[in-house]
């Protein structure tokens, strides 16, 4: 057995602390990766897969990645999913006995990683801790180490709820703690499971509320413990938790945001063609980070939205204003982010002229913003500081065009430091004196090829050719280095001057990394006043964004009702007319008060049904955001939650059906909402057969009208359904409108009260070149339907009226006189298992005609389904 080398062994011993991750060990200018490490490594950095080896050590794969470029590579980890564990030297190689001391300084994760290729400009890189009760509640704490920010909440005894926070905010990391199982939660892939650390550090105390629930203290400590564990240096940087309630902000579930594309569109995933691509018109990347925040959460607060829309009106009304205050946020940097770099220790002094490019354009930005007059922004911006001292540290000291490293010179201005005027005058008289030294050897010796050069090996000398050699005086050059064709000589004059100058060099990058980390901390005192002003530009950058987008497209400023009233005249849907290539949206309004909660949609397909309900739900969204919106005028309420179901999927991971998902999606509505809710029901039961479906459908607008009493829109295809209104005094029928030319269908998109009478999906199918052949035998078929009686007649059972149904119940069906196929041959015998099966059948008939299905609850209807499937199949 071969003998380790002292460093192998150092190797291995730092490598078994941090099992689960990459360790990166640093050997000079490379991070290497040994063992299975470097075998992984080189796979999914697509980067050479080498092997060390020597005597003692045989066959041990590796692979290395340069420090300068390191960044790259970690951010395609981390991408992928994995830690990384950065190890470097903490000893000078020059006084080290034997090995130099290397640790681990930092473990990189999803959720931690402050830089590189995974941070996006306009998102919000937040990791979170989750801590579940013996009591069922949980507390929920989440954070941007980029930005500092921190955000805490006690959730209900609910998973949903929980799931809902966890998909709300993007998570790039959950921590939990190990004795959690997450396996309800559905999102192994963002896990990280710690042992349970929950006393709160002293140095996140002044963090704390001191007021705040000791659940969300319990959470906090966990996921600030992991910081300390993980990033082993100063969080100074982190903001002071915000302890917010869920139920503060309008409630969208994850199937809710995604239906109505509110930041990425269902079929890439795209911010294309979403709402806050047309919205997010900010100009600075923290704008950009809060626009995507505030539709994802908006609010309920009639006063906050109000304050919102005053802002966004006096930017419209001083249009010159709006456009040079575009101008002066263009050369605003990312404040939020340079400020936790320069607390985190990674900030270079090119990120440092950024914030002085930024903080110089604030006294005139803040100048334009008290022009308009608007009390709401002058109580925004007389908080903000002006910074003028930390502006003057910064022009005085760096350099217009600094290098990205801090290490190699090249930083301070000249002026700023007298010492270090200095040595950079040393360095450059000493260079003067180099560049003119080469002409005078030439003339003292004759020899006219003699040159004067330099390398960091051998430093500063005299090359002469060999058959030179000989015209050179004895005794004043001293041979130092020998080459093929040549010999390099120095002169004591010579040396003089090298050391003078390298001397000057190095003292010089010394110092002028010492003054640099000055500067540093000197940022570091502005920390929390730089998140203020960051917080303050970034919503003034979002408001006028939202000015743009609402005169570019005619937006108006929506009211809102104390009564509960929703009416829209005009109304548009934002993105749709928007990615209209031709023709001309066609705008609808809507009415909804106390006597008209429900509107149950019918029309053809393609007619723009579903169109027409995300349009409210979006303009209710943007209005609660602090946009205007698109219609001619907007009467709104406040809605603490929308729920839509709108469109067809499955989750095939989960098992579930497309069918089932319709269902439980279904589910969160009929549970979660309140009177101040929005419903958005899209063909709800078309999963199913058409009987089942027409059952379940009128059900659920049974107890949405009975029992939950939200706005809710209804689209069907099941126009027995139209005949509810006349039992449900709250829900009115309207049908989108379609004309018949020539044999043609012409859809006019405008929604009309009443009901429709005709779906034409199979003018649809023709509009999707379906087979001549098919359409033909399709539109023989449906005249068949129609004109078929039994048809009609058990159409009309399934949604018979409700009053005539609790006056007078269903009687039970009798067995013997049950019409029904027959299952089996008249012809031969019928054997014991088969009278047997056609007894089970009869039995379920009976059962399910007995049934009163239109009581059932849409889970009761399930369950129901779900027995007498069983049944048969046994």
């Not at 590189?116 to 949980?138: C, H, K, S, V």
């Not at 105390?205 to 007021?211: G, Q």
Request: glycine share 6%; with cysteine.
């Amino acid at each position: 057995m071969s003998e380790e080398t002292p460093m192998m062994k150092q190797y291995k011993q730092i490598k078994s602390q941090y099992e689960d991750t990459f360790l990166f060990y640093r050997l000079g200018d490379f991070y290497e990766l040994f063992f299975d490490d470097a075998v992984k490594a080189a796979r999914e950095l697509e980067i050479t897969l080498t092997r060390r080896g020597s005597k003692n050590e045989q066959h041990i794969p590796m692979c290395g990645v340069p420090y300068h470029s390191a960044e790259q590579y970690i951010s395609t980890l981390i991408e992928k999913g994995y830690k990384i564990a950065i190890c470097e030297q903490v000893e000078d190689p020059k006084t080290a006995k034997g090995v130099v001391k290397r640790e681990v300084v930092q473990i990189i994760t999803p959720g931690t990683i402050m830089e590189g290729r995974a941070i996006q400009d306009n998102e919000n890189n937040y990791i979170a801790a989750l801590y579940p009760f013996q009591d069922g509640t949980a507390a929920f704490v989440k954070a941007d180490l980029t930005t500092g920010e921190t955000a805490g909440a006690v959730l209900d005894k609910d998973i949903r709820e929980w799931k809902r926070e966890i998909t709300r905010t993007d998570l790039k990391e959950l921590v939990i703690p190990a004795f959690f199982d997450t396996g309800s939660l559905g999102m192994p892939s963002l896990v990280y499971s710690v042992e349970e650390e929950t006393e709160l550090q002293e140095e996140f105390h002044h963090l704390y509320p001191k007021d705040a629930d000791k659940k969300v203290e319990t959470a906090f400590a966990l996921l600030t413990n992991y910081f300390s564990r993980t990033q082993k240096r100063s969080l100074a940087h982190l903001q002071p938790l915000f302890v917010y309630r869920p139920k503060d902000s309008m409630q969208l579930d994850l199937h809710s945001r995604r239906n109505l594309e509110l930041t990425e569109t269902m079929i890439d995933n795209k911010k294309k063609g979403s709402l806050l691509w047309l919205l997010d018109q900010t100009v600075t990347a923290m704008g950009g980070r809060l626009a995507k925040k505030w539709l994802e959460e908006p609010l309920l607060d009639v006063r906050e939205i109000q304050n919102r829309h005053s802002l966004v009106q006096s930017f419209l009304d001083f249009y010159f204003e709006r456009e040079e205050l575009r101008e002066r946020l263009r050369h605003v940097y990312d404040l939020e982010r340079l400020a936790g770099k320069t607390s985190y220790g990674n900030v270079n002094a090119r990120e440092l002229v950024q914030l002085r490019r930024s903080l110089q354009e604030l006294p005139d930005l803040f100048g334009i913003l008290e022009n308009l007059n608007n009390l709401y922004m002058q109580e925004l911006t007389g908080r903000a500081d002006d910074f003028s001292d930390l502006r003057q540290l910064l022009e005085e000291s760096l350099k217009e065009d600094p290098p990205i490293s801090i290490t190699e010179g090249g930083l301070i201005k000249e002026g700023y430091h007298d010492e270090l005027d200095q040595y950079k005058e040393a360095s450059k008289n000493g260079k003067d004196w180099i560049s003119s030294l080469e002409q005078k050897e030439r003339e003292a010796t004759g020899i006219k090829s003699l040159k004067v050069g330099f390398n960091k090996v051998f430093g500063y000398y005299i090359e002469v050719t060999k058959p030179n050699i000989s015209y050179l005086p004895e005794g004043r050059y001293e041979r130092k280095q020998t080459l093929t064709n040549a010999e390099r000589y120095v002169t004591p004059e010579l040396k003089e001057k090298e050391a003078m100058i390298l001397g000057a060099e190095e003292n010089s990058t010394e110092l002028e990394y010492q003054l640099f980390i000055e500067i540093r901390d000197k940022v570091k005192e502005y920390l929390h006043a730089l998140q203020h002003t960051a917080r303050i530009i970034s919503e003034i950058d979002v408001l006028q964004g939202f000015a743009c987008v609402s005169e570019r497209q005619q937006y108006v400023r929506p009211v809102f009702s104390h009564h509960r009233r929703l009416r829209i005249e005009e109304g548009r849907h934002p993105v749709v007319e928007q990615m209209l290539e031709q023709g001309e949206y066609v705008a609808n309004d809507i009415s909804l008060d106390a006597d008209n909660e429900m509107l149950l949609i019918t029309g053809p397909n393609m007619a723009g049904k579903s169109t027409y309900m995300r349009q409210i739900a979006l303009i209710s969204i943007m209005a609660q955001a602090g946009c205007f919106v698109p219609a001619q005028n907007a009467e709104l309420p406040i809605f603490d939650q929308v729920f839509t179901r709108i469109g067809a999927s499955d989750d095939l991971t989960a098992g579930q059906s497309t069918f089932m998902v319709e269902m439980l999606e279904t589910r969160q509505a009929l549970s979660m909402a309140t009177p101040d809710s929005l419903i958005l029901l899209d063909e709800i039961g078309r999963g199913t057969s058409t009987y089942d479906g027409m059952a379940l459908a009128q059900s659920i607008v049974e107890y949405l009208h009975e029992e939950v009493g939200a706005k809710t829109l209804f689209s069907t295809h099941y126009h027995e359904l139209t005949t509810l209104e006349n039992s449900l005094f709250r829900l009115n029928n309207v049908h989108v409108r379609a004309v018949e030319e020539n044999g043609e269908i012409v859809f006019l998109h405008k929604v009309e009260k009443g009901k429709a009478d005709r779906s034409y999906g199979i003018y649809v199918a023709k509009l999707a070149e379906l087979p001549v052949e098919v359409l033909d035998r399709a539109e023989t078929l449906l005249k068949q339907f129609e004109g078929s009686p039994s048809v009609k007649t058990d159409a009309a059972a399934a949604v018979e009226t409700k009053q005539e149904e609790e006056q007078s119940p269903l009687p039970e069906a009798e067995p013997e006189k049950a019409q029904q196929l027959k299952l089996f041959s008249d012809s031969g015998e019928t054997t014991l298992e088969q009278k047997e099966e056609e007894e089970t059948i009869r039995k379920v008939l009976h059962e399910l005609k007995s049934t009163d299905v239109l009581r059932l609850s849409p889970i009761e209807a399930l369950e129901t389904l779900y027995k007498y499937q069983q049944k048969l199949k046994s």
